[in-house]
């Protein structure tokens, strides 16, 4: 099985300052159709997963443009430009392209 | 609007079984990626289980042989089978679609499945 691993499993950060969350997989994620299939999810206390970036760089509908993720083959980055109180929650990395797996989560909070 | 309503948690004792249900709207979930994934107390998320359009299926290791993912066409619903439970089943269970498009992602609210004495 593909293992997601996320770094650092938390993140404190003062508000307006800049989040960085690192994701690596233990294969490559090229699919044999060329596509990387890597999302971003948030997950707010209390609430369901809502889906930030796919396919490595995308940016969901609605998401604020202070969300960008990059990245390639296995290794990958979601960047918070300037973090706000509503960013609070925990954050996961999934791989689509060999089955689907999460990476273990990093908990962004406000110093 | 897209909505996906999930039903059939609950508390079963070990070697139990459930059927979980995620009635969709807005969408067929037929021609969609589904998936279900869990998430124990305090823990990250898992996917247990996923449907693909094509009708393909897969199951995580750990739920192979116990579990079953099927969709209900007319009904446009999305199933998943649990028998022989664990107590390390124990988890809220979510139904998803993602079609890694610009389609977007849509998550049910959550399903508690506890299985104890």
């Known amino acids: 099985d593909v293992v997601m691993t996320q770094s650092p499993l938390s993140l404190p950060v003062t508000l307006g300052q800049p989040a960085s969350i690192s994701c690596r997989s233990s294969?490559?994620?090229?699919?044999?159709?060329?596509?990387?299939?890597l999302n971003w999810f948030q997950q707010r206390p209390g609430q369901s997963p809502r889906r930030l970036i796919y396919?490595?760089?995308n940016r969901d509908s609605g998401v604020p443009d202070r969300f960008s993720g990059s990245g390639s083959g296995a290794d990958f980055t979601l960047k918070i430009s300037r973090v706000e109180a509503e960013d609070v929650g925990v954050y996961y990395c999934?791989?689509?392209?060999?089955?689907?797996?999460f990476g273990g989560g990093t908990k962004v909070e406000i110093k | 609007e897209v909505q996906l309503v999930e039903s059939g948690g609950g508390l079963v004792q070990p070697g139990g079984s459930l059927r979980l249900s995620c009635a969709a709207s807005?969408?067929?979930?037929?021609?969609?990626?589904m998936s279900w994934v869990r998430q124990a107390p305090g823990k990250g998320l898992e996917c247990v289980s996923v449907?693909?359009?094509?009708?393909?299926?897969y199951y995580a290791d750990s739920v192979k042989g116990r579990f079953t993912i099927s969709r209900d066409n007319s009904k446009n619903t999305l199933y998943l089978q649990m028998n022989s439970l664990r107590a390390e089943d124990t988890a809220v269970y979510y139904c998803?679609?993602?079609?890694?498009?610009?389609?977007?992602?849509?998550w049910g609210q959550g399903n508690l499945v506890t299985v104890s004495p």
């Open positions: 449907i693909y359009s094509s009708g393909t299926t």
């Open positions: 294969h490559s994620l090229v699919h044999s159709d060329g596509n990387t299939y």
């Open positions: 807005g969408f067929t979930v037929s021609s969609n990626y």
């Open positions: 999934m791989q689509g392209t060999h089955w689907l797996t």
């Open positions: 998803a679609r993602d079609n890694y498009d610009s389609s977007g992602s849509d």
């Open positions: 396919k490595v760089s």
